[in-house]
């Protein structure tokens, strides 16, 4: 059994920052990818951004430039560091970790923490 556990969020004006951190617990080898997808009201959940085990990144042109996601391959940590925010970046952030291979070497599939709010005032 894996949990992911995500913290943060929170409220903030326009131009603002924030860090989120999400940690994965649990009997793990390692972990493949790890990244973040959001979700607004209304609307589907979307890529933010991901990075592999080697620090390879991926991000959402909607948060280029503005976001940078980095983790700790030893603490099975990914972080999210919110730079220059705006309000169309209100949503809830989900941490997800994909290719996880245990310490009895099972695999499993992807995995999501329970979420965290992000909200940007104008």
């Known amino acids: 059994q894996v949990q992911l556990v995500e913290s943060g969020g929170g409220l903030v004006q326009a131009g603002g920052s924030l860090r989120l951190s999400c940690s994965a617990s649990?009997?793990?080898?390692?972990?493949?990818?790890m990244g973040w997808h959001r979700q607004a009201p209304g609307k589907q959940r979307e890529l933010v951004a991901s990075i592999t085990s080697g620090g390879s990144t991926n991000y959402a042109d909607s948060v280029k430039g503005r976001f940078t996601i980095s983790r700790d391959n030893a603490k099975n940590t990914v972080y999210l560091q919110m730079n220059s925010l705006k309000p169309e970046d209100t949503a809830v952030y989900y941490c997800?970790?994909?290719?996880?291979?245990?310490?009895?070497?099972?695999?499993?599939?992807?995995?999501w923490g329970q979420g965290t709010q992000v909200t940007v005032s104008s």
């Open positions: 649990g009997r793990i080898f390692s972990i493949n990818v």
């Open positions: 997800n970790a994909d290719g996880i291979i245990t310490i009895s070497l099972r695999h499993l599939d992807r995995n």
